[in-house]
């Protein structure tokens, strides 16, 4: 699954994986190695009208210099996925969870949904 060029990289996308309160979340993942690579993957993955216009596309990754994130609005949910990550020792990897939101706020229960989707993408990975 790593690429051989940069054109080459492909996404492992899962679509919606749960839903609450009318808030649907989805999760992808990607071979990373550098940051040129995780800029290429979002890209990629916001070229799909539906992702580019997600409230959140909240991402992390661990590459060879260490880890990256970034919340895109959703504040600490990017350390949640990083955390989940260095567990797993799932190196040279992104994983974006993008939230379309419902209109309802979820707290804590955001941070839930997040591990959710990183978990149902990390029992879904070959690797």
Same mark, same amino acid.
Not at 85 to 92: S, V
């Given at each position: 699954m790593r690429p051989s060029d940069e054109t080459s990289l492909s996404l492992c996308k899962l679509g919606v994986v749960l839903t609450d309160r009318g808030s649907r979340y989805a999760v992808t993942g990607a071979c990373v190695t550098s940051r040129a690579?995780?800029?290429q993957v979002l890209a990629s993955l916001k070229s799909d009208r539906s992702y580019a216009k997600a409230t959140h596309n909240t991402w992390a990754?661990?590459?060879p210099t260490g880890g990256l994130k970034a919340d895109d609005g959703e504040s600490g949910a990017a350390m949640v996925i990083l955390r989940m990550?260095?567990?797993? @020792?799932? =190196?040279?990897h992104i994983v974006i969870v993008t939230r379309w939101y419902g209109g309802k706020k979820l707290g @804590?229960? =955001?941070f839930r949904r997040v591990q959710d989707?990183?978990?149902a993408y990390l029992d879904q990975y070959p690797g």
């Open positions: 690579e995780v800029d990754a661990l590459l990550l260095e567990r797993e @020792g799932l =190196r040279d @804590g229960d =955001r989707a990183v978990r």
